[in-house]
């Protein structure tokens, strides 16, 4: 499709900056008042103060549906040599990705054509907030990428998202390698994510298991007792009714989505980082969804969970180095194992690690 193709985000829209990953940047989207201002740009997200406005170009391009932006947020992607394009990334969703899940199970996307000077006036507000001291540190210096001339309108998960009756509490979290990474040793006493968490906790200096540290295997073990202990640990500080928590394990020893994602991720590389084209398009969606997010909505009385997948932009081939290597690190230093100087098999977070 050509770029005049998609819907066109008008230019009186009021943006907030939401959120911000290592790929793309997140902002709500309002539509405009009966009466509307300048658009703005306001940046109260997480650790950001009220609102700065920025006056974009004016545009006579024609808006989306209100009701349908009211619930979504705006995703742009990072101009970064490891991220895909927009319109590549938007066709495996829609042929590769869409077809594998049951309806209602991802976090609908869709492409949109962004007024003139949009991205230019989002760049300065970014430069203005790294001034002020207002960017997370690790993201200082990076910029959106000015040349596609279009964005993703993603459903808004969050509580302010909601549209439903009642109230909801929701919880965010990546579900992970939900299966052990075919390249492991074999008798590995980790599992794929286990093993890099505790590479990477030791290169701090923190020795033992977190507070919020969970294994991936537990959520597909149908153990309830190993789904407890997972969802007690993505909880912290999230969910402080006990009936909801129930309900989350409820839905993930019946909802059968996380085995679901296991089985893809598994399908989509049998062979493991070492023996595999990590180049490969098949490679990089099992990396894709080896890295996704999984949306949940609990209603606090009645009504069923709402779950979706999202972050489901194919992988870079750019990346493939820095697979291959990782890989070959937490197997020469023998992270796929557990030592006692780190700890103890009773410890541990990893649901291998409790097999005699």
């Known amino acids: 499709m050509t770029v005049s193709s998609y819907h066109a985000l008008a230019s009186t829209i009021s943006l ?7 790929a793309n940047i997140l902002y709500r989207i309002s539509s405009p008042p009966s009466t509307p201002p300048s658009s703005s740009v306001d940046d109260y997200g997480p650790g950001t103060p009220p609102p700065s406005e920025i006056d974009f170009a004016s545009s ?29 990334a938007q066709s495996y969703y829609v042929k ?47 910029r959106l990428a000015d040349w596609e001339g279009v964005g ?32 492991a040793p074999v008798g590995a006493r980790r599992c794929r994510t286990c093993a890099l968490r505790e590479m990477r906790s030791c290169a701090r200096g923190e020795l033992g298991v977190g507070k919020g540290c969970w294994c991936p295997l537990d959520l597909v073990s149908q153990d309830r007792k190993k789904v407890e202990k997972a969802v007690g ?5 999230v969910l402080r009714d006990k009936k909801v928590e129930e309900r989350f394990i409820d839905w993930v020893l019946s909802s059968g989505l996380l085995e679901r994602l296991r089985d893809v991720q598994m ?45 489901l932009d194919l992988k870079s081939s750019a990346k493939a180095q820095y697979w291959a290597d990782l890989e070959k690190r937490l197997i020469d230093e023998d992270w796929y194992a557990v030592h006692m100087v780190h700890d103890e098999a009773k410890n541990s977070a ?3 690690a409790e097999r005699g």
């Open 16 to 22: 907030t900056y939401y959120a911000e990953g290592g």
């Open 152 to 183: 993703v309108c993603v459903l808004d998960m969050s509580a302010e998202g909601y549209r439903g009756e009642g109230e909801v509490v929701c919880v965010e979290f990546k579900p992970k390698w939900l299966a052990q990474s075919p390249s």
């Open 233 to 237: 640990a993505i909880s912290v500080g």
């Open 96 to 142: 590769d990705i869409a077809p594998i899940f049951n309806e209602g199970e991802l976090v609908e996307q869709e492409i949109v054509r962004l007024p003139v000077g949009l991205v230019g006036s989002l760049n300065a507000h970014l430069e203005l907030m790294e001034r002020e001291g207002r960017r997370e540190k690790g993201r200082v210096g990076t």
């Open 60 to 88: 006579s391009e024609s808006d989306i549906r209100a009701r349908y932006i009211e619930k979504r947020l705006l995703r742009l992607r990072k101009d970064l040599s490891t991220t895909t394009s927009v319109e590549e």
């Open 350 to 352: 990893c649901s291998l």
């Open 267 to 311: 399908r989509m590389d049998p062979h493991g980082v070492i023996d595999t084209d990590t180049t490969a398009k098949a490679f990089r969606a099992a990396m894709t969804l080896r890295d996704c997010t999984l949306f949940l909505r609990i209603p606090l009385g009645e009504g069923n969970i709402e779950a979706r997948l999202a972050d």
